[in-house]
């Protein structure tokens, strides 16, 4: 049974992954102004310049940085979700059955949306 404290608890939890996760993403990258949900990969502090091999490994840098960007805002996106629904009251009820999801499973990952039989 999830109890209060267990959601403080989880909530706790998510708030430190959520800023984890938004310092990794400035690391590497840069949020649209247009959408502050999406980042995109920046090279790390060079400019494109004359010399060929320097512009290929800053490309490289980039595809690095925005498959890296890609994974990052889509858990970032699952813990910005699983703190709404903490706000709403509705944190921790799998969205296929309807039923309490399981605390191993949430203490496993505190943003899962579905309990162990619809994962």
């Known amino acids: 049974m999830l109890t209060k404290e267990h ?6 939890r998510l708030e430190k992954e959520r800023a984890i ?3 990794e993403l400035s690391s ?3 949020q649209n102004p247009s959408n502050p949900d999406d980042w995109e990969p920046r090279a790390p502090g060079e400019e494109f310049g004359a010399d060929r091999n320097d512009n ?3 490309v490289e840098a980039l595809h690095e940085n925005n ?3 890609n994974e990052l805002e889509i858990r970032l996106k699952n813990v910005s ?3 709404e ?3 709403k009251g509705t944190y921790g009820i799998c969205e296929e059955s309807g039923n309490p999801i399981e605390l191993e499973r949430l203490n496993a990952n ?3 949306i579905t309990c162990i039989a619809h994962a």
């Open 7 to 12: 959601i403080e608890e989880f909530k706790i």
């Open 21 to 23: 996760l938004q310092k």
């Open 28 to 30: 590497i990258g840069k």
């Open 81 to 83: 979700l699983a703190l």
């Open 110 to 112: 505190p943003a899962a």
């Open 67 to 69: 498959a890296a960007i």
């Open 56 to 58: 290929a490994d800053i």
């Open 85 to 87: 629904r903490i706000e």
